[in-house]
């Protein structure tokens, strides 16, 4: 039971039927090799990096598979190239680009926009989810579970209502780009992110107040990528916003705190 009480299994169990309701019933371009070499890479480069760094194997590596699911769920292409990137960015950046004992960026998100980058021919799979509501309701109630389990409520109800709010401004304004745009984010790939990208307890905020800006921030430069035709929108608006949310906390620690300091010590 204490391992159930893991919000990580809880999320792996969710993503490994995601996974294989994908390729099994919504016939999801990607192949068994694409996802069992992701998930491998993942999970050998975590245990190889963690016993570089600590002399001891992390088992079981529930992060790694995380990332790998995530990464095999959101990406798709014609060779395993992008997943090896991708694989190879999110655990390199993870244990590489740290502050405060803390990764930066969220592990899957940052391979996928890594690969988005290098390879834009990449896709990311939006409308091969299909509109099964069965499907849809099981990735809200299982999504909704790990959201209250790691207390990040507010970060998704900000988001989602934000990026429907602004989407349907949108329609109203520019009506002939509803259908397209509509298509584009009612789609499960918006739920994985959501669910299980944006809510990651290492790279986004606690506080209410700060969950609430990170959501509303995410979605508004989601939606303006996307109008701008930017592929992977939501995706690289999320490393927009974290990234920016470390810079918030490295000036707040190495500028403003050190100013204060110096006052004090100058009265």
Known sequence: ????????VMQIILLGIYTLAGVFLLDFSVTWIQI?????????????????????????????????????????????IPFIIAALVAIGLKHFVRYRGNHIFNPSNSGIVAVTL?????????????Y??????????GGLYL?????????????????????????LIWPEQWNANFSAFMWGGLFVFM?????????????IKSQLVFGVSTAVIAQIMIHLNVHNAVFISLAIVTLGRF????????????????????C
């Not at 039971?1 to 990580?8: A, F, K, V």
């Not at 990096?49 to 699911?69: D, F, N, Q, R």
């Not at 602004?166 to 329609?171: A, M």
């Open 1 to 8: 039971m204490g391992i159930i009480r893991d919000p990580r």
């Open 36 to 80: 069992g070499l992701t998930l491998l890479l993942c999970t050998i480069l975590e245990l190889l990096l963690v016993y570089w760094k600590k002399g001891t194997l992390v088992w079981p590596p529930y992060s790694a598979v995380i990332t790998g699911l995530g990464i095999a769920l959101a990406l798709r292409g014609d060779t395993v």
């Open 118 to 130: 290098l390879i834009p021919s990449t896709a990311t799979a939006p409308l091969q989810w299909g």
């Open 132 to 141: 099964f509501l069965w499907i849809l309701a099981l990735m809200s109630i």
């Open 147 to 171: 959201v209250f389990k790691v207390h990040r409520q507010t970060l998704v109800f900000s988001f989602f209502l934000s990026f429907i709010a602004i989407q349907y401004s949108r329609h």
């Open 195 to 207: 669910f299980n990208m944006i809510t990651d307890p290492k790279t986004s905020p606690k506080s």
């Open 247 to 266: 810079l918030i906390i490295w000036i707040e620690d190495n500028v403003l705190n050190k100013n204060q300091t110096s006052v004090k010590h100058s």
